[in-house]
């Protein structure tokens, strides 16, 4: 009789040790990695792809963004139509028009989504960001009938802002023209949600 409460006792101390167990050795949840580019393109109805290699000129392409939850940009995803070295990617302050982060890249496949994985850039809830490239060799997406489009567009915990475009080779935050019925370039990057 002794045994077996002492067998029960000795079980149920097991059982309560390995509950404890569990809970503190918890993982955090694991959120997946969003590319927005093609869900907005999508929600934009941007279908007719133009494509410009080696234009007369450079320009400083890209888009506005909002994430809606605290995150962290883990790559950049490029897409040109020609071999590009040392492609200058930027991601932005759109409050400041301030780089956080600039990137060089070689895409060395045309027409291939390359992504580069890069340190972590930390995201804040409900800021505005930007992310451009610098190039002569892109696309320029538009929707079929080439009319204006109504931002924001929400994809996933992203939302697409305003697609933004500057004329030249210098650094300097697009605000010669906000592309109201026009996306140029393709470039975006790796998402992931944090707690």
Do not use: H
């Amino acid at each position: 009789m002794k045994n077996s409460i002492l067998l029960l006792l000795l079980v149920a101390a097991t059982a309560l040790s390995s509950c404890s167990n569990d809970d503190d050795t918890q993982t955090p949840p694991f959120f997946q990695q969003e590319n927005p580019l093609s869900g907005y393109l999508a929600a934009a109805n941007f279908t007719d792809k133009i494509t410009y290699i080696d234009d007369n000129n450079n320009y400083e392409m890209g888009y506005m963004f909002t994430p809606k939850v605290k995150g962290q940009l883990n790559a950049l995803v490029i897409n040109t139509p020609d071999i590009v070295t040392a492609l200058r990617v930027t991601i932005w302050d759109v409050a400041t028009q301030l780089p956080i982060r600039t990137e060089s890249v070689n895409v060395t496949a045309a027409n291939t989504n390359t992504t580069f994985p890069i340190p972590p850039v930390l995201l804040q809830k409900d800021k505005g960001y930007a992310i451009t490239m610098n190039t002569s060799d892109y696309y320029c997406w538009k929707q079929p009938n080439q009319s204006a489009v109504d931002y924001p567009f929400m994809v996933g915990n992203i939302s697409v802002d305003f697609a933004l475009i500057n004329m030249g080779p210098a650094q300097l935050y697009p605000t010669d023209g906000m592309a109201v019925n026009a996306y140029f370039g393709n470039v975006s990057f790796k998402f992931q949600r944090t707690l």
